[in-house]
């Protein structure tokens, strides 16, 4: 897709990441929406009735709409998310109540 | 009730929200001799308006944002980040706040006097297709492209009001971004030749709008006044648009637009985050021309709660320098009530300033009100409560069926019961009910938030952590 | 509804049972005006759980009485051609200790006698059942499978649609506040939009009962109990059956501090239901206190140790009314003619078709069944 990160100060550290078990770099400041959309994932889950696609919506964290499954903890909010090295970051699905 | 308050970390004043109403609060209260406690929901203060820019993505040492975040390191600030004010409970003479933040954060905190700064968030205006990946509020793609670094898409189209759009327009046109459309669904703002006398002065946000206008010209960007996106369409993300007037009837009956986007950005305003507020018991009136409950407040800023003051953005959207006047203002009152001295020269002052700062809020207000056609978009399969997926069509039924209030509908559709806790859908739901119903929205009644204000984990609310 | 032509009952208080009574009236014929004070389901009903429980009646006429309503659930959605979200889940009351085994095992027998299948489960079973109960909180568990679970919203809203289909007129947001009675009989009620005259006026008003009694001149025995309950987020499935503490049928001193006994509902949707905070009081309010919200939490935490992390994202509080020697106050009023009283019930879903049969019945004439002077509201306890 489309989102594409602007140029980072030069010589700004890396850290890695895995999204759906794939490896992925991010920068120290960055929120897992961001690392998402960087990586052209704008989806981020469906939902439970309707199996709709959702993603980022509000940004801020008061939507809810952005939840992803951060280290095994379950409907975390990517865009309130702030990345940190060797965490692992797993999209999509409903909740299976 | 002994139990509760034994042990509990007492204070004078506390602040909720570190925007600039609470930390124009912070400062001037510290001016005074009253130690603040300043309780932030992010992990680092300034709100949206001051929001930092992580340094590893700026290159800079931390632009100047505000010398108000500088105030914070004295010895007689606390400041407690990334935690939530998930209640407040008259206690005694104060109020009990239940906090839930990271490790070692007090989860109790009593407080004698209390400002409560919370600000606002986009005020969400549902259409068919807005649910779709894709569809952000102006708020998001600003935080990202300014604050995150990140271009957050690569054709957009701005649909909303006011001059912010224009500010994101610029933002993303400097960051490499299309513009292919902005479009604003109030009129051409003729009537602002009026407000000449409150726009004295303000050169630099005049400024500011002028040369975003010029860039999106320059861009060739689409610019329409009363205009809208009416759809969003895609295979699950947003791929176009169609746009159109406002007011308008069916797509045949109007002249619509289709135009290939990637990213819609949703800039209609602000909603004042009042359920904090509304929660610790405030009597709260709806402002129609706001289009929102506000709390009802003394000269003073004031609520009908004793000790309890609201300013900024969440007790009515004025923007970033009425927040800090305002904020100024209710800590010289709460100080007072601690029997602080307070100057009348400086009371004297600081309402002149603010009345000034409101007057130029005032004139945006009216040029670029939330509008009201919006209703005419929705469709029976539009997604009113994005939680929930509860669509217009079957707060329509229900409504069909009998139900006469927000309360009625909430409790019967669950619109409203998840997550968000309401805030998504609380005012367009409101709005369609006021539409299907021929009342005003006032008299359907009011939702109160209960507490847990924010979600909290079981055990967060807790007083002792495990 | 037009001036000129008074309602034949009024039902006071638009709840789990002042709908289902209005329901049945207008579906008997009889003019009726249903005035609530708030939204339908405002009050207790609108914190109730939503359990179709049989394992709680009491014993004796309750538990007859119980069965037959029970026995209507199953056609129930049918008959008022409503999504009420009925559902056959299963129902277990938590046995933590002997005392409460020794009664749960009377129960068992009591209750297979009358034909319910209600089995006592060791420790083993029930942590089978539910994987997620913390073995070390029970012992057993007083099982029945075919207990059920719906929407007491969705209930209500059914009652009331239905009972307009059939002419049933409605009022919400319109207290009552006051009861008028003439020679020893009812003449109907006074209102914030004026007075209404009528033969028959049915008590249906939970808590509220009682200050509304005394109007008419009448002490009723309900008292309540100020009571708290939290919902958490959509969770995966967490637990299939409804679970309540056994420690509710343990006597009780009727305390006024804070005791939370513990119960728990997954919504088919997903979220948690959590309870039960429960202060005695003599005050009708509606906020949630800061000392209720934790209590709950940690016993929810105690009980089931993963959903520890599972936001709570709602609370409420409401007054909910009891009887103290745990039989409904169901019947008229002695010395108030006209004046019948449906209030108290101790499971209050269940019996809602029951209560509206048997309430609309008082009216008309069809409900002569002696037996009910057991619940008499003005029987001394």
Known sequence: MTSSRLPRPAGSPTLTVSVDSEIAEAHPGETVATVLLALGRQTFRHTDHLHAPRGLFCGMGVCFDCLVTIDGQPNVRACMTPVHAGMTIETGGPSDA | ?????????????????????????????????????????????????????????????????????????????????????????????????????????????????????????????????????????????????????????????????????????????????????????????????????????????????????????????????????????????????????????????????????????????????????????????????????????????????????????????????????????????????????????????????????????????????????????????????????????????????????????????????????????????????????????EALGQVTPRPPVVPVPLEGLLEEEA | MSVERSPDAIVIGGGLIGSSVAYHLARAGVRTLLIEQGDLASGASGANFGNVQVEDAEFGLSLELTLRSYARFASLGDELNYEVGYRRTGNLLLIENQQQWALMQQRAARLQAAGVRAALLDRDETCRLEPGLAPETIIGALYNPEEGTLDPFKLVHAYALRGRDAGLELWTHTRVTGIQVRGGRVIGVTTARGPVSAQWVILAAGAWSHALGRTAGVELPVEWVHGEALITEVLPTTARNAMTTAAFFEATEGAEEQSVGFCLRQRPRGNVMLGEAARVTRRLGRESTPAALPAVAAEARRWLPALRRAAVIRSWAIPVAFVPDSRPLLGPVDGVAGLLVATGLKSTIILTPVVGELVAGMVTGATQDPRLAEFSPTRTL
């Not at chain 2, 104060?94 to 839930?100: D, E, F, I, Q």
């Open chain 2, 1 to 441: 009730m002994p139990d509760v308050i034994a042990n509990h970390l007492q204070v004078e004043l506390a602040i909720v929200g570190a925007g600039p109403a609470g930390l124009a609060a912070a400062a001037e209260a510290s001016d005074l001799g009253v130690p603040v406690t300043l309780i932030d929901l992010f992990p680092r203060p300034g709100g949206q308006y001051f929001k930092p820019t992580p340094a590893e993505l700026d290159g800079e040492s931390g632009a100047h944002l505000s010398p108000l975040l500088d105030r914070l390191s004295q010895a007689d600030m606390r400041v407690i980040s990334d935690t939530a004010v998930w209640g407040i409970f008259p206690e005694g003479e104060g109020y009990l706040l239940c906090l839930y933040g990271p490790v070692g954060t007090p989860r109790r905190l009593l407080a004698r006097k209390v400002i409560l700064a919370p600000g606002a968030h986009d005020r969400p205006v549902p259409f068919p297709g807005w649910t779709l990946p894709g569809v952000i509020t102006a708020g998001a793609a600003l935080t990202l492209v300014k604050h995150q670094r990140l271009l957050p898409g690569r054709r957009f189209l701005l649909s909303g009001t006011g001059p912010l759009q224009l500010v994101l327009a610029r933002h993303l046109l400097d960051a490499g971004g299309e513009v292919a459309a902005v479009l604003d669904a109030n009129p051409f703002p003729w009537r602002g030749w009026r407000h000449a006398r409150a726009a004295w002065g303000q050169w630099e946000r005049l400024g500011e709008g002028w040369a975003a206008w010029r860039s999106l010209r320059k861009a060739d960007a689409l610019l329409r006044w009363g205009h809208v996106v009416r759809r969003a369409e895609g295979e699950g993300q947003v791929e176009q648009a169609i746009i159109g007037p406002v007011d308008g009837g069916t797509d045949e009956a109007v002249a619509v637009d289709r135009i290939a986007v990637d990213t819609i950005c949703l800039g209609h305003g602000l909603a004042p985050s009042v359920q904090l507020a509304r929660q610790a018991g405030c009597e709260h009136r709806y402002d129609p021309d706001q289009r929102a409950y506000l709390p009802v407040r003394d000269e003073s800023l004031q609520s009908t709660l004793p000790g309890l003051f609201v300013v900024g953005d969440g007790a009515g959207i004025g923007g970033k320098d009425v927040a800090q006047w305002e904020g100024r203002l209710a800590a010289l009152a709460a100080a007072a009530q601690l029997t602080r001295s307070v100057a009348a020269d400086r009371i004297a002052a600081v309402r002149r300033e603010l009345a000034r700062q409101r007057r130029f809020a005032a004139v945006l207000i009216d040029l670029f009100p939330a509008s009201a056609h919006l209703g005419d978009l929705l469709t029976d399969d539009t997604v009113l409560c994005r939680c929930e997926e509860i669509t217009v069509g079957e707060i329509r039924r229900v409504v069909a069926e009998g139900a006469e209030t927000l309360n009625a509908v909430r409790m019967v559709t669950r619109a409203g019961m998840g997550r968000c806790q309401g805030r998504m859908c609380g005012g367009p739901v409101s709005e369609l009910l006021a539409r299907e119903l021929g009342q005003p929205v």
